[in-house]
């Protein structure tokens, strides 16, 4: 069956028909598969196999296989490790029916896509098909903390070391092609600490300088270029986008106004001035309180087509506030119970919080039952909508100190829904395990790879689906 065209489905929302929307796509394979091609220049190192711990909804656990490493870790240049990890949707990922089924409604200005069942990606998989770092070998391979990271104009990749600090920049390949500014307090040097970095179509390198509260600017050889004052303290070390970039010589930058932790907005830069001010719109639901790690929040971004995309996680439902109305995503899910080892570390931790004065434990509802429906949003450079679901976590290993808080000791892997821009559900993408997301391009996510002695690798993940 062919899908409905755009004409089509205008003529039955003029009909006054509340639409039911068929993709055509094929069933999901019942089982999954993890294919391991390891191209190796020089050496090859020993596989040896692991498990870890999944936990279920009911408190139970399986495990399932974990591939390790053993042996020289693989610098870029000369050896290449390439995992490729097939999957169709597996392990927390929901199962697929044969369509994608959704509600489309028209209400005013505001277009609400709601999807029932189904997906349009009907096999989904994952190639890491380049990875940067190495855990013994020369310096600018060996990543200390990676905090943040963008591409330039053809593929290649700055990254902030913020344990330096340092700024290194490499080709879409992984060739380092050198180190951009210096750590200090003078032109062309900047912090440990930053909200993010941008390049726009000129090949302009934007660097979010919270030490010296400035916008640091690198021509696209690496030479210096003015700085631009920033009148704004806020900073955050949570995961996310806070400084983006629509136009050459223009820059909205993240920050707060008033006291109030909530009351976020865009700095709009032209030039180096001050050119507006835009809101981070309020949503109804959002929290007085600031909870636990499973609380309600407010989470957004900013589109690449000029406009919010917002959503409070009590209930899955997203708003693009474009120019020509509001656009309203919604997704029937099912929210997962909070795993009951998970909580009970959470409470030690904030029991230990609460008896040392010098830490604050949160405010309000600890942990509720269930986990909200997701935990963060997130656009990508083709604009497609990626949101950050709650799922299942893993236990992984910690040690602990006396003089700090218990540490939890269990993670959730990254689990995202796709949403084209006009509300179309793709599916859904599940990364393996200690890697982190933190660019989303088109068809391909940077990201930071942990080791197994907890070394950084920076990594490209290109995404593979059946466009069916």
């Known amino acids: ?119 349009l990606w009907p096999e989904v998989w994952l190639n890491e098909d380049l990875a ?26 700055y990254v902030l070391d913020g344990q330096v ?29 930053s909200l993010g970095m941008v390049v726009d179509s000129a090949g302009v390198l934007y660097l979010h300088d919270w030490a010296n509260r400035r916008i640091v600017r690198f021509a696209e050889d690496g030479r210096s270029l003015d700085g631009w004052t920033l009148n704004s303290s806020f900073l955050t070390t949570r995961r996310g986008t806070w400084v983006y970039n629509d136009d050459p010589g223009r820059l909205l930058v993240t920050t707060r106004v008033g006291d109030n932790l909530d009351n976020l907005a865009l700095l ?51 708003e693009a506030r474009r120019a020509d109305g509001v656009l309203r995503i919604r997704r029937s899910v099912e929210r997962l119970p909070v795993h009951p080892e998970e909580a009970n570390a959470w409470r030690r931790q904030f029991e230990w919080m609460e008896q040392h004065p010098s830490y604050r434990a949160p405010v309000g509802e600890w942990l509720p039952s269930n986990m909200p429906p997701f935990r963060g949003i997130e656009t990508g450079k083709d604009g497609r909508i990626w949101v950050q679901r709650n799922t299942h976590p893993i ?20 689990l995202y829904d796709v949403f084209r821009v006009d509300g179309s559900f793709l599916g859904q993408v ?6 982190e997301p933190h660019l989303f391009g088109t068809d391909y996510v940077w990201g930071v790879r942990r080791g197994n002695l907890d070394e950084e690798y920076v990594v490209r993940h290109t995404i593979h689906y059946d466009p069916r």
């Open 132 to 157: 940067i770092g190495a855990l013994d070998g020369p310096e600018q391979l060996i990543f200390g903390e990676v905090s943040r990271m963008t591409e330039d104009r053809h593929g290649g990749i």
């Open 268 to 318: 709009v830069l032209e030039d180096g001035d001050v050119a507006d001010t835009m809101a981070v719109p309020q949503l109804p639901g959002m929290p007085r309180e600031r909870g636990g790690p499973y609380q309600i929040e407010r989470y957004w971004s900013w589109h690449p087509d000029g406009y919010f995309v917002v959503g409070v996680s009590s209930d899955y439902s997203l």
């Open 395 to 414: 236990q992984i290993s910690v040690n602990d100190r006396p003089d700090l808080p218990p540490s939890v000791g269990w993670q959730q892997p990254f």
């Open 1 to 119: 069956m062919r899908p409905m065209s755009w004409g089509e489905r205008r003529l039955l929302r003029a009909a006054g028909h509340r639409e039911r929307l068929t993709g055509s796509c094929t069933p999901l394979a019942a089982t999954y598969f993890v294919e391991c091609c390891f191209f190796l220049f020089i050496e090859r190192p020993e596989v040896v196999e692991s498990t870890q711990r999944l936990a279920t909804s009911d408190g139970s656990e399986t495990r399932s296989p974990l591939p390790r490493f053993r042996g020289r870790t693989v610098p870029v240049g000369r050896n290449i490790l390439r995992l490729s990890v097939a999957f169709t949707l597996a392990c927390d990922a929901e199962p697929s029916s044969t369509s994608w089924e959704a509600q489309r409604q028209v209400s005013g200005d505001t277009t609400t896509v709601h999807t029932l069942a189904g997906q």
């Open 165 to 193: 600090p340092e700024l290194r920049h490499f080709d879409r390949n992984g060739q380092f092609l050198g180190t951009v500014g210096r750590s200090g307090g003078g032109p062309g040097e900047y912090g440990r600490r």
């Open 430 to 435: 599940r990364f393996p395990d200690r890697f």
